[in-house]
């Protein structure tokens, strides 16, 4: 008995060509779509990764610190127009306290001269372009403590066996008895100094750091050879967490970054503020108005 296929319908072996006319439409209407508005899209991603890798490095540089029990932090470092676009591990080494003696003061010069057993450079030259640097034991801007309690005295000069002071504030009756033993015991308390072997931590191409439009950023004064003055801005970590070191207040620090390319008032921007008595390190708004601290100042915060 014969079946009649004339009534089935033909399976399709293909798609008509009006048909792939309008898929190839789709595909280059999005990819035109594309084009237009990814760059855009990763522009506006440049300032929020930013900040993110900002907050990593700070809450690194705060496991560290209470890992290791080592006041740790991080640097900054101005590079052209003054901006910030590199950051750098730091840690704060062991005090000097050798066995050799400070033996003389001169008060005109405001040097110091220590006797054998002492070295402040270390194993740097003992050239003058050497004093003061990281390959330096002792540096420019570190203190000298006598007897290992009261004032400190910040060191302006560096030199093997004496350096400078940059007041003539020490205590003039300092005894020195005559002698080979004569002198008095003293420790030099060392300012934080970059991780050795620590590559720069860098922003996004773009993105930076302003310090001028940051809040109360702690900052490290010091001092170089001769008359010139300079400073770091550094935000250091204890082992409890909590911020420290010199220019550290007990108010919030922002550190504000902007997207150079954009306007400095309305391009993206964004804030990581640090709570020194905490250590808490929080990703906050940039606030419109005239005020862009206004959400860190009351306590209001996107991320809470």
Not at 52 to 76: C, E, H, N, P, Y
Request: aromatic share 6%; glycine share 10%; charged share 15%.
């Amino acid at each position: 008995m014969q079946t009649d296929h004339a009534g089935v319908p033909e399976g399709r072996s293909g798609f008509t060509l009006v048909e792939m006319l309008v898929v190839l439409s789709i595909i280059l209407t999005l990819a035109v779509i594309t084009v237009l508005f990814m760059p855009r899209f990763g522009e506006r991603q440049k300032v929020p990764r930013g900040a993110s890798l900002l907050q990593g490095w700070l809450m690194m540089a705060k496991q560290r610190a209470i890992r290791d029990r080592t006041a740790t932090g991080v640097r900054l470092q101005l590079s052209a127009g003054n901006l910030v676009r590199d950051l750098q591990y730091i840690r704060k080494p062991d005090d000097y306290s050798p066995s050799g003696l400070l033996i003389g003061w001169a008060p005109a010069t405001r040097t110091c001269t220590f006797g054998p057993g002492v070295n402040l450079l270390g194993s740097a030259l003992s050239d003058a372009s050497s004093r003061g640097d990281e390959s330096s034991l002792v540096q420019a801007g570190d203190y000298l403590q006598l007897q290992s309690g009261g004032l400190v005295h910040q060191i302006l000069e560096v030199r093997a066996s004496d350096c400078k002071l940059a007041s003539d504030l020490l205590p003039p009756n300092v005894p020195f008895p005559s002698g080979p033993s004569g002198g008095v015991r003293f420790r030099i308390i060392r300012q934080p100094r970059l991780l050795p072997g620590e590559q720069p931590l860098q922003l996004p191409q773009d993105v930076t750091i302003d310090p001028s439009q940051c809040l109360n950023l702690p900052t490290r004064l010091s001092i170089s050879a001769g008359t010139s003055q300079y400073g770091y801005w550094e935000v250091l970590f204890s082992p409890s967490g909590a911020v420290v070191g010199q220019g550290t207040g007990n108010t919030p620090i922002a550190l504000r970054l902007r997207d150079v390319t954009q306007d400095a008032n309305t391009g993206d921007q964004a804030l990581i503020a640090i709570y020194p008595r905490t250590g808490l390190i929080a990703n906050q708004p940039v606030a419109v108005g005239p005020d862009p601290f206004l959400f860190l100042r009351d306590g209001r915060s996107s991320g809470f």
